[in-house]
């Protein structure tokens, strides 16, 4: 079975920078990619990266593109997502995911992930 931990929400100004951490346990190896998906109150989950299991491929939501870069550190069983230049809009909860699913297709399709996060929060201030 496999479990998320996100880490690393808080409250920030817009212009700022945050750095989300997803613990990954998978005893088994059963997950191939690992995603963060968001949601704001009253709106829609909303993809905003995902990466291979070698961090060779990535993929990012329009509206993160240039300003967050996902990472993964096998070392320590870890996913990131680092944020910057943040703006209000950003605010959400921010979830951890993965999916057994190899391949790079659909990488922003929430249905096809099988574990998930309990969330972070991150607000950004205007």
């Known amino acids: 079975q496999v479990q998320l931990v996100e880490s690393g929400g808080g409250l920030v100004q817009a212009g700022g920078s945050l750095r989300l951490s997803c613990l990954v346990s998978?005893?088994?190896?059963?997950?191939?990619?690992v995603g963060w998906f968001r949601q704001a109150p009253e709106k829609e989950r909303e993809f905003v990266a995902a990466s291979t299991r070698s961090g060779i491929r990535t993929s990012y939501g329009e509206s993160v593109k240039g300003r967050f870069t996902i990472s993964r550190n096998p070392l320590n069983n870890t996913v990131y997502l680092q944020m910057s230049t943040l703006k209000p809009e950003d605010t959400a909860i921010y979830y951890c995911?993965?999916?057994?699913?190899?391949?790079?297709?659909?990488?922003?399709?929430?249905?096809?992930?099988?574990?998930w996060g309990q969330g972070t929060q991150v607000t950004v201030s205007s």
């Open positions: 998978d005893p088994t190896f059963s997950a191939a990619n």
């Open positions: 995911a993965a999916r057994r699913r190899p391949g790079t297709d659909s990488l922003n399709d929430a249905r096809l992930y099988d574990y």
